[in-house]
Structure formats: C-alpha cells, structure tokens
C-alpha cells in the first residue's frame, strides 16, 4: 500500500544528461586516396629515375631507389597508426570524465567532481596556448593535447562554460 509519500526513484541505469562532450583526435591532412595518390607518384618517379641510372651502368642506385619508397611508405603507415589515438572529455553535473585512447588502445580514464575541478592552461605570447590542464585535488592531467593554439582557445571556453553550469547544477523543466 502507497501512502503517497515515497520518492520515485528513477531508473537505476537512467544517465545524466551530459552538458559538454568532445572527441579529440589527432589531425591529418593527408586521407587514404591522397596516400596512395603520393606513393604512386613516387613509386613512377623513382623506377624512371632508377631506370636512368640502370641504363648508365650504376646499377646499385637502382635498388636504393627503391629502398626510398620503401621507407617514405614505412612512415606514412606509422603516421596514420599513431592517428588512431583519440580523447574523449565528458561533463555532467556530478562528473568530467577524460578517457584517454593511445594508438596501441591502451585506455586511461579520470574522473572529476566537476565542482572541484580547475583548468589552467600555460600561454606563449607568440604562439598562443600550449598545454591545457584539468587540476583537482592534487592531481593535473594536461589535457587536448592534438588540439592547435587556436584550437584550445575555442576547446578552453567551452569546456569553462560546462563546468560553470555544471556547477550550477541540474535544472528542473516540468514541461519537459
């Protein structure tokens, strides 16, 4: 029997809304049909060029410049691996959450009382920003770290922003 007076309890599994949520991944300007639009490039250029060098009886340069390609290939690959890396930063009025992704997926995850949390950020009057920082009790974990000067400007004042209001707290809408 209900005497009316109990809370209601939500759904045990029911999330908070989230008020700021970014995915940071490391920027590239080269995509996949550029790479191979390169390589091929430099593949032609280097076997005409390594068939010159046959034909005048240097034979070895042949094979080095097939060695070239070979190695500007090995480093587009470890580019575009080490691109896999990814930051994901969530706030909601009880938490900011920084899960870190490597390129390997090895994962690192912080949680923060957003009420405790600090950003300070370390400025160059040249360049602009250089390193973002959340800092809470003790602990600091630079954060946006694939982001450009101009970049974290931007990434800085909406990540202030949430945490301003999550510290103001849920807000109530009965017509909703």
Not at 15 to 36: C, D, K, M, W, Y
Not at 75 to 94: L, Y
Not at 128 to 133: D, R, T, V
């Amino acid at each position: 029997m209900s005497t009316g007076n109990e809370i209601e309890r939500g759904e045990p599994d029911q999330r908070e809304v989230q008020i700021f949520s970014a995915l940071l991944t490391p920027h590239r300007s080269l995509n996949r049909t550029g790479f191979l639009a390169v390589m091929l490039f430099l593949s032609v250029v280097s076997f005409v060029t390594g068939l010159v060098f046959l034909m005048m009886g240097a034979w070895p340069v042949f094979g080095f410049f097939g060695l070239d390609v070979l190695v500007i290939w090995w480093a587009f690959k470890a580019n575009f691996r080490a691109a896999r890396a990814r930051e994901e930063i969530t706030v909601t009025t009880s938490e900011l959450r920084v899960r870190r992704i490597s390129h390997h997926g090895q994962v690192a995850e912080w949680t923060f009382n957003p009420l405790w949390v600090r950003l300070d950020m370390e400025v160059d009057e040249d360049f602009g920003i250089e390193h973002l920082y959340l800092i809470s009790r003790g602990y600091q974990i630079q954060i946006a770290r694939f982001l450009g000067p101009e970049e974290k400007a931007s990434f800085y004042k909406g990540l202030v922003e949430a945490l301003n209001a999550a510290k103001r707290g849920p807000t109530y809408n009965p017509v909703t």
